[in-house]
């Protein structure tokens, strides 16, 4: 059984900074890739940020510059730093997990329910100008 479990989303004013964190148990989250996405409501969920078990890393240009993903193998945890938020950030975000390759970068778009990798349940994130 794998369960990852996001936290750390907020209410923010823009130009602020959060870090969301995804716990996971049940998978090693060095045996493979991992990632953000995010999803507004009546949209498709959109890659973020994943970084691949050797430890490479890709970032959606619109957030380039901006946020860092990162793991912490010894806590088995998912970390994504966002620094000076923006309101089109707005979403929730989603911690995902043994992403196949295709997926394991961020310019990828997912249409309706992900039939592939790990999920977590989402947190919420809002900016506020």
């Known amino acids: 059984q794998v369960q990852l479990v996001e936290s750390g989303g907020d209410s923010v004013q823009a130009g602020g900074a959060l870090r969301l964190s995804c716990a996971a148990s049940g998978y090693n989250i060095d045996t493979g890739c991992m990632g953000w996405f995010h999803q507004v409501p009546g949209k498709e969920r959109e890659g973020v940020a994943t970084i691949d078990r050797d430890g490479t890393i890709s970032y959606a240009g619109s957030v380039k510059g901006r946020f860092t993903i990162s793991k912490d193998s010894a806590k088995n945890t998912l970390y994504l730093q966002m620094t000076n938020l923006k309101p089109e950030d707005t979403a929730i975000y989603y911690c995902?997990?043994?992403?196949?390759?295709?997926?394991?970068?961020?310019?990828?778009?997912?249409?309706?329910?992900?039939?592939?990798?790990?999920w977590g349940q989402g947190t919420q994130v809002t900016v506020s100008s």
């Open positions: 995902a997990a043994d992403l196949p390759k295709p997926f394991c970068q961020a310019n990828t778009v997912i249409a309706g329910t992900p039939r592939f990798g790990y």
